[in-house]
């Protein structure tokens, strides 16, 4: 039995799905348990980059299982339109993608809403969402009006459920000078999609513990990031779900005593999308290097990330609230040619320094840092620390010491291939 989580430490984009990507080649089953078509995983194989926002990373490997938990929200028009692409260029998913049938869904009233509340937001209210009715979607679900995947087994069910969603709804809507959504157009965009949705259901709580209790390997991968999520995040500058290790378990329906090993992902350096605090952020030339070599741009919106230094108690607090046992280290050759390399250790606040993360003082509080020589070497070819410049191993180490938690692996390129694996994962 090993279910290996794998989260996100910062703000997101990070490179999770590279790295769930790499894990799967010795996985059986991969589960996505948070978030929805909010997210963009970002895949390289060979020349050739696919980007998917709702499936899970691992569905390039023919013979990963796929699994979207209950966790997640799904548009199912995103759904279908991306089980269409990769078919299209030859990565089947016939058979072995499963959806919950407790998965909340998107419905267009979701996006509608999302995008005008974003446009009607005064300055500094703004969450700078990505507009794909993440938030309004969680809203029905916590609000219990939600339509689940399940739910479209009977149309006529949906029908009854869309009309009590979009009662709740219509006051917000009016309020904001939106339309009134149709039921009958949306049944009838839902439809076809229904069709292709409901043989791809499945108890998928079920059959991830029947996977784990026959000795299969489980990946659970996350979606945005420990300062995005609900609770543990920058809120009110969050996502919507629990996207911390303890999601999880809820986003899957595995009890936390089958969880074998939480790995973190963090770039080297840092990046946020969207509003929020942000107190490493570069404005100057070294932040535009940043985003521009480490292609900084949002993959579903397309936005400029903002970029900064690394945050070692931001990551410090991750570790906490996710129960880090290992890290991954990604983007680390986005780094060569920056010198020196400045990295915040601590923070200043009213009532003196503290090495935590103040995560709800943050406008109030100023980074401590501290600067370490960098390195000009290209770091791709590098398949060990042995092979990284003197100064990139100091900067893994320093990390590593600082967070107290070890590094299972060091991306340095795009690429599958242009990683230092430390550590078996599953061993
Ligand atoms: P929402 O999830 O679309 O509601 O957006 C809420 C906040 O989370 C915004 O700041 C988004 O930019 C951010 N966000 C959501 N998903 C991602 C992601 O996958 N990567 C980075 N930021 C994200």
Same mark, same amino acid.
């Given at each position: 039995?090993?279910?290996?989580?794998?989260?996100?430490?910062?703000?997101?984009?990070?490179?999770?799905?590279?790295?769930?990507?790499?894990?799967?080649?010795?996985?059986?089953?991969?589960?996505?348990?948070?978030?929805?078509?909010?997210?963009?995983?970002?895949?390289?194989?060979?020349?050739?980059?696919?980007?998917?926002?709702?499936?899970?990373?691992?569905?390039?490997?023919?013979?990963?299982?796929?699994?979207?938990?209950?966790?997640?929200?799904?548009?199912?028009?995103?759904?279908?339109?991306?089980?269409?692409?990769?078919?299209?260029?030859?990565?089947?998913?016939?058979?072995?993608?499963?959806?919950?049938?407790?998965?909340?869904?998107?419905?267009?009233?979701?996006?509608?809403?999302?995008?005008?509340?974003?446009?009607?937001?005064?300055?500094?209210?703004?969450?700078?969402?990505?507009?794909?009715?993440?938030?309004?979607?969680?809203?029905?679900?916590?609000?219990?009006?939600?339509?689940?995947?399940?739910?479209?087994?009977?149309?006529?069910?949906?029908?009854?459920?869309?009309?009590?969603?979009?009662?709740?709804?219509?006051?917000?809507?009016?309020?904001?000078?939106?339309?009134?959504?149709?039921?009958?157009?949306?049944?009838?965009?839902?439809?076809?999609?229904?069709?292709?949705?409901?043989?791809?259901?499945?108890?998928?709580?079920?059959?991830?513990?029947?996977?784990?209790?026959?000795?299969?390997?489980?990946?659970?991968?996350?979606?945005?990031?420990?300062?995005?999520?609900?609770?543990?995040?920058?809120?009110?500058?969050?996502?919507?779900?629990?996207?911390?290790?303890?999601?999880?378990?809820?986003?899957?329906?595995?009890?936390?005593?089958?969880?074998?090993?939480?790995?973190?992902?963090?770039?080297?350096?840092?990046?946020?999308?969207?509003?929020?605090?942000?107190?490493?952020?570069?404005?100057?030339?070294?932040? !535009?290097?940043?985003?521009? &070599?480490?292609?900084?741009?949002? @993959? %579903?919106?397309? /936005?400029?990330?903002? $970029?900064?230094? *690394?945050?070692?108690?931001?990551?410090?607090?991750?570790?906490?609230?996710?129960?880090?046992?290992?890290?991954?280290?990604?983007?680390?050759?986005?780094?060569?040619?920056?010198?020196?390399?400045?990295?915040?250790?601590?923070?200043?606040?009213?009532?003196?320094?503290?090495?935590?993360?103040?995560?709800?003082?943050?406008?109030?509080?100023?980074?401590?840092?501290?600067?370490?020589?960098?390195?000009?070497?290209?770091?791709?070819?590098?398949?060990?620390?042995?092979?990284?410049?003197?100064?990139?191993?100091?900067?893994?180490?320093?990390? !590593?010491?600082?967070?107290? &938690?070890?590094?299972?692996?060091? @991306? %340095?390129?795009? /690429?599958?291939?242009? $990683?230092?694996? *430390?550590?078996?994962?599953?061993?």
């Amino acid at each position: 039995m090993s279910a290996i989580v794998i989260v996100g430490a910062q703000w997101g984009d990070e490179g999770k799905g590279k790295i769930v990507d790499l894990i799967t080649e010795d996985a059986d089953v991969v589960a996505r348990f948070a978030g929805g078509p909010n997210a963009g995983h970002t895949l390289v194989v060979g020349d050739t980059k696919i980007v998917v926002r709702l499936l899970p990373s691992g569905i390039l490997h023919p013979k990963a299982v796929c699994v979207m938990g209950q966790g997640m929200v799904i548009d199912p028009a995103v759904l279908v339109g991306e089980i269409d692409a990769l078919e299209a260029r030859g990565h089947s998913t016939a058979s072995r993608l499963f959806v919950s049938d407790r998965a909340h869904l998107i419905l267009p009233y979701h996006p509608l809403i999302d995008g005008l509340r974003e446009a009607s937001a005064e300055a500094g209210k703004k969450i700078g969402t990505t507009k794909r009715g993440i938030g309004p979607c969680y809203e029905d679900k916590a609000g219990r009006r939600g339509v689940r995947a399940g739910d479209l087994r009977d149309m006529r069910k949906v029908e009854g459920l869309l009309e009590g969603a979009l009662a709740a709804w219509m006051p917000v809507l009016t309020g904001l000078g939106g339309e009134a959504p149709n039921v009958r157009e949306i049944l009838a965009w839902l439809e076809p999609l229904a069709a292709r949705i409901v043989p791809l259901l499945a108890d998928t709580s079920k059959l991830l513990n029947e996977a784990l209790r026959e000795g299969k390997r489980v990946v659970l991968e996350g979606a945005q990031a420990a300062l995005l999520d609900l609770d543990h995040g920058t809120y009110p500058f969050v996502t919507s779900s629990s996207a911390v290790a303890g999601g999880a378990c809820v986003g899957t329906g595995i009890g936390p005593t089958r969880i074998r090993r939480v790995i973190g992902i963090a770039k080297g350096y840092a990046t946020r999308v969207g509003e929020g605090p942000f107190p490493t952020e570069l404005g100057d030339e070294i932040g !535009e290097r940043l985003r521009s &070599v480490g292609g900084e741009y949002g @993959s %579903v919106t397309g /936005r400029p990330r903002r $970029t900064g230094w *690394l945050d070692l108690p931001a990551l410090r607090y991750a570790a906490r609230v996710n129960g880090l046992d290992a890290l991954a280290i990604t983007k680390l050759d986005v780094m060569t040619g920056i010198s020196p390399l400045r990295v915040c250790v601590a923070y200043d606040t009213p009532t003196g320094r503290t090495q935590d993360l103040p995560i709800d003082e943050l406008a109030t509080a100023t980074p401590v840092y501290e600067a370490f020589p960098g390195w000009t070497e290209a770091l791709a070819a590098a398949r060990s620390l042995d092979e990284l410049p003197g100064a990139a191993r100091d900067y893994l180490k320093l990390v !590593e010491a600082s967070v107290g &938690v070890p590094l299972d692996m060091v @991306s %340095v390129g795009p /690429r599958r291939d242009e $990683t230092i694996v *430390l550590r078996d994962v599953f061993a």
